[in-house]
């Protein structure tokens, strides 16, 4: 289905539109609210840009510091090329364990490769644990929001659904809801033969892996099953222990409005004793998937300083109307690929006017043009463009000489094509202030 298609069938839908705006609305004002708790809101956003831009620039040095001391620690690291490549590894890895059943945590990285299909296809079990995900598992759906996957249910569709499937009386209280899926999930944790999980930082200086949640679930994924496989994008390397501080004071805020998650799990290599908590195995798969191309322009690298919060989602006036299975993408709204596509290159710019708006809006702050000419997407700065203002080219960077090597020939990057980012290029992260500032109500042109 087309973009337009999926766009116009979700305006038709006034179930979908009631439940986005109740839950999008809902969203923004409890993050209104977490921000005015951070004692420097703007400062932790500065900080958390510059560890990133710090980190994308010498990210070669710091996924291999990350690997070796996750490896040191007791687990052991593998890299995906692409998303056939990770599900590769990960079915080996389950298929060598005789696994049948595997719990798996909130994880867009697995979303993004299809994991669940493959998984399937070799007569492996995958249960989604978070409730989000269980919602739309058990309705055979994808998610529809990075942070809320059934944020387009309303809580009548899921008590159907429930009742559908779980055999159980309709009810509209979410506490039995809950409570159902709990009493379900239970269960399948006591068999399941092996966790899966997603990561939201990888600590360099430590090897270690912090994932935060709000349910349990993740906490249980990776600590009963025997065996715990961790897939994360390399763009969620991180230097420092230290700088969880700034990511920890922004992501949950603006995530899902709270100071703090109700768990964060650090996990750092495998049991060492026999009665300590833990897996006995940990696998950390590390995916590339487009990201290092990514890196190597400098438009598109920005994306990859995105942490995933989904606050942009939220704010955005489209994904506000129609909701994310119309982008027809994993990564729906203004971090969506196709948009940093358009971002980069002007002449595969796809789709109506007001989504590349949207996207070039949610990504950088330079790019105040965009305010002026509507539907422009802004072309990644080039070497013409310097010679034409008198300016030297920025020096190169160390580039991903890393990936290169795992990757061989065959990887897509050219490490002369990587070139240090502006230091004007400030693009925010979380970037979702300026989308909410500035914005106009462009959904209704679709
Ligand atoms: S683009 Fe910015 S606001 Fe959107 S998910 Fe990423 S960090 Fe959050």
Not at 137 to 156: F, M, R
Not at 195 to 213: K, W
Not at 398 to 422: C, E, F, M, Q, Y
């Amino acid at each position: 289905m087309t973009f337009e298609a999926g766009a116009r069938a979700a305006l038709s839908d006034t179930q979908l539109r009631g439940a986005l705006r109740h839950a999008t609305t809902l969203f923004a004002e409890k993050r209104r609210a977490a921000m005015a708790t951070a004692p420097d809101w703007e400062g932790a956003r500065d900080r958390a840009r510059a560890i990133k831009d710090e980190t994308l620039l010498h990210l070669d040095r710091y996924l291999d510091q990350f690997t070796g001391n996750a490896e040191r620690a007791g687990a052991r690291t593998h890299w995906a090329r692409d998303d056939a490549e990770a599900c590769e590894i990960i079915g080996r890895i389950a298929e060598q364990r005789g696994a049948r059943t595997i719990v798996k945590s909130k994880s867009m990285a697995t979303e993004e490769i299809h994991l669940n299909a493959a998984l399937a296809r070799r007569g492996i079990e995958p249960i989604e644990t978070d409730l989000g995900e269980y919602i739309i598992q058990l309705a055979g759906e994808t998610p529809s929001h990075i942070v809320a996957p059934a944020i387009h249910k309303t809580k009548g569709q899921i008590a159907a659904l429930f009742a559908e499937k779980l055999g159980i009386e309709p009810s509209d209280d979410a506490a039995a809801l809950t409570a159902a899926a709990r009493q379900a999930l239970r269960r399948r944790f006591a068999e399941a033969d092996l966790g899966i999980s997603g990561v939201n930082f990888a600590v360099a200086e430590t090897g270690t892996i912090l994932i935060l949640e709000n349910e349990g679930n993740a906490r249980l994924t990776t600590s009963v099953p025997r065996t715990h496989i961790a897939l994360m994008g390399i763009e969620k390397v991180i230097p420092r222990f230290a700088d969880l501080e700034v990511f920890l004071q922004l992501l949950p805020r603006s995530g899902t409005g709270q100071v703090l998650t109700a768990y964060q799990s650090l996990l750092t290599g495998v049991k060492q004793r026999p009665d300590d908590e833990g897996p006995e195995e940990l696998h950390i798969v590390l995916l590339d998937n487009g990201r290092s191309r990514m890196l190597a322009a400098p438009v598109t690298r920005q994306a990859l300083a995105c942490i995933r919060c989904g606050a942009c989602l939220n704010a955005c006036p489209v994904y506000r109307q129609i909701g994310g299975h119309a982008y027809g993408s994993v990564y729906a709204g203004p971090i969506d690929r196709r948009g940093v596509d358009a971002a980069a290159d002007r002449d595969r710019a796809i789709g109506p006017p007001a989504l590349r708006l949207e996207l070039v809006r949610c990504l950088p702050r330079r790019l105040p043009r965009q305010d002026r000419h509507p539907g422009a997407v802004a072309p990644p700065a080039c070497s013409g463009d310097r010679a034409a203002r008198g300016q030297k080219s920025p020096p190169r960077a160390r580039g991903i000489s890393l990936l290169r090597r795992r990757h061989g020939t065959a990887s897509p990057v050219r490490v002369d094509d990587a070139r240090r980012p502006h230091l004007a290029d400030r693009a925010a992260a979380p970037c979702v202030d300026q989308v909410a500032r500035s914005a106009p109500a462009r959904a209704a042109q679709l």
